[in-house]
């Protein structure tokens, strides 16, 4: 069964830093293109960041661009959102997404970003 599940949000100053993960189960993460979104309070969602499958390149949304950084562990099978510099308007939930069929997106994690 394809699963994702997000951990490590939280709350964390401006400037601060957080890293999410995404543990996958029932497909191998390095075979399929993934991403990140998130939503904001009363927005829709919002695409962060793409890495491909081959050679893992990635692209990036312009507001996160220089401040966030995509990955995998293939030996963990897991997809991280390394955050920093955060700012208030990163203030979302944040869901990680297998991009083929079976398509599924996690149930979240909040990331809060408030003095």
């Known amino acids: 069964q394809v699963q994702l599940v997000e951990s490590g949000g939280g709350l964390v100053q401006p400037g601060g830093s957080l890293r999410l993960s995404c543990a996958a189960s029932g497909f191998t993460v390095s075979n399929y293109p993934m991403r990140w979104v998130r939503q904001a309070p009363g927005k829709g969602l919002e695409w962060v960041s793409i890495?491909?499958?081959?050679?893992?390149?990635?692209t990036y949304a312009d507001s996160v661009k220089g401040r966030f950084t995509i990955s995998r562990d293939n030996a963990k099978n897991t997809l991280y959102l390394q955050m920093n510099s955060l700012k208030p308007d990163d203030t979302a939930v944040y869901y990680c997404e297998k991009l083929l069929p079976p398509t599924r997106r996690g149930q979240g994690t909040q990331v809060t970003v408030s003095s």
């Open positions: 890495i491909t499958t081959d050679g893992g390149s990635t």
